[in-house]
């Protein structure tokens, strides 16, 4: 249900669809300040919100503090929008404005008649899986390997750029739970990742970051897939480790999918004064395991 998201004024930020192309233009100059480089081309932003697609904003005062932009895909045998790009300026990160845009993304898509948003995200990035699966209820689905090819730029790392799937089930009640803030307490999250198996296993290195040391296919009980806590000092402090990180989050989640397992959550754990960060997976449903869910990975 629509009012489940964001209303069009909120805590000083204004949402609503972008119209004139002084407002398409400040999408290319967002983009630019987090990226450094490329753009969105006006005229496709044009095209995408005349035919389909949604070109969003939301604004503080008439400054363009973030966006989300999507666009009409189709499956074969379902009608959804993709989400192809959310972001949000640096100086505006700290108001929770992507969890926001994508309340009001969700109330947009509900109005068109569809029940479903898609969209890739790195699956190194905590703050994503965090806001992705935990803050909003998506379900990652599958693993693309390499999907965009080489990204220099470096918010992509300059390595592999691997993406996992996510589907947004819009009028899910996972969904309508999250929305509301009805997520499970610290110590659900613990006793769950307690009583989980890991699938990549670390062990701290000579810089005190996290590295793994091996991966295991999971086998019929809950598991953990752990990624970095903290990818910029990772980058910062060991970049070596990313490519090692990649490759084995890559190898744990196409195991994890080949036997029919699916992502249930995303938690941060406080273990020996230490945070990290996993994804929960449990084995998917005999009747949804083969293709309903998605559960093959892609490559």
């Known amino acids: 249900m629509a009012g489940a998201g964001v209303s069009s004024d909120v805590r000083g930020f204004r949402f609503r669809k972008l119209e ?26 044009r095209a995408l ?5 949604l070109v969003l904003g939301a604004f503080a005062d008439i400054h363009l503090a973030g966006f989300a ?10 009608l959804y929008q993709y989400s192809h790009t959310t972001a949000v300026r640096p100086e505006y990160q700290n108001h929770h404005l992507g969890f926001r845009l994508k309340a009001f993304q969700r109330d947009e898509v509900l109005k068109l008649g569809l029940s479903e948003i898609r969209w890739t995200f790195d699956p190194l ?30 918010l992509n790392l300059g390595i592999e750029s691997d993406r996992l799937r ?9 969904v309508e739970e999250r929305l509301a803030g009805k997520v499970p307490t610290a110590d659900e999250d613990l006793d769950r990742w307690t009583r989980s198996a890991a699938i990549v296993e670390t062990e ?28 910029a000092a990772l980058r910062e402090h060991e970049p070596s480790a990313l490519r090692t990180w990649r490759h084995a989050v890559r190898d744990g989640f196409r195991a994890a999918f080949d036997v029919g397992y699916r992502v249930d959550d995303f938690v941060v754990i406080t273990a020996n004064h ?14 949804t395991s083969a293709g309903a869910t998605g559960g093959a990975p892609s490559v």
Request: net charge negative.
């Open 274 to 287: 230490e945070r990290r960060s996993f994804y929960l997976l449990a084995p998917a449903p005999k009747e």
């Open 204 to 231: 701290v290195g000579e810089k005190g970051l996290r590295i793994p040391s091996a991966v295991a296919e999971p086998s019929g009980t809950p598991a953990h897939l752990e990624i970095p806590f903290d990818l």
């Open 125 to 154: 990035q905590s703050r994503n899986a965090r806001l992705n699966v935990r803050l909003l209820g998506g379900i990652p689905d599958r693993y693309h390997i390499h999907y965009y090819g080489q990204m220099p730029d470096p």
């Open 69 to 78: 932009i999507s666009l009409l895909g189709w499956d074969g045998t379902t």
């Open 20 to 45: 004139k192309p002084e407002e398409f233009r400040q999408v290319v100059e967002v983009y630019r300040a987090i990226w450094g480089e490329g753009e969105i081309p006006t005229t496709l932003q």
């Open 166 to 174: 996510l589907r947004w089930e819009l009028a899910s009640p996972r």
């Open 49 to 53: 919100q005349d035919n389909g697609g």
